[in-house]
């Protein structure tokens, strides 16, 4: 699977359901060209970058010590899942002060055995300046 997504329209409604237009929300941290403030706004990149399988943007956003390994990462990408909606429902710190933070949420698909709902309570710790995913517990 190549690294690039397809292109993504800036003016378009922003897949993680911020309700912003992508290019004011998860396009430019997709683009490298600017960091999530938030563990929050990282979740939602990452989040649209498994929805668009943005295989870069997941491994350069994962903590180095529970990043799955490229191949198997790109062997889940390429599963017939269709990512229909994210819910943000709790938060725990995560803001640009902190170095550590909670995010819970759930994540509709649709895959070749219909829909399912995934439930997880994801941490976040910020390294230099940068947020990264670092594990989650499925709820
Ligand atoms: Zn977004």
């Known amino acids: 699977m190549a690294d690039s997504p397809a292109p993504l ?3 378009a409604r922003c897949l993680c359901g911020s ?5 004011a929300c998860c396009g430019p941290v997709l683009r490298g060209q600017r ?3 938030t563990a929050v706004a990282l979740m939602r990149s990452r989040y649209t970058a498994f929805a668009v399988r943005d295989l870069k943007h997941l491994l350069r956003s994962w903590h180095p010590s529970t990043a799955p390994a490229r191949e198997e990462l790109a062997d889940s990408l390429a599963e017939q899942v269709r990512w229909l909606r994210l819910d943000i429902l709790a ?5 640009p002060f902190d170095e550590a933070g909670v995010v819970e949420f759930s994540a509709l698909s649709k895959g070749p055995g219909g829909r399912s709902v995934q439930r997880e309570r994801s941490r976040f710790v910020r390294e230099d300046g940068t947020w990264l995913y670092l594990d989650g517990e499925l709820g």
């Open 19 to 23: 309700g912003e237009v992508l290019g």
């Open 9 to 11: 329209l800036d003016d």
């Open 35 to 37: 960091r999530a403030p």
């Open 91 to 95: 938060t725990e710190a995560g803001g």
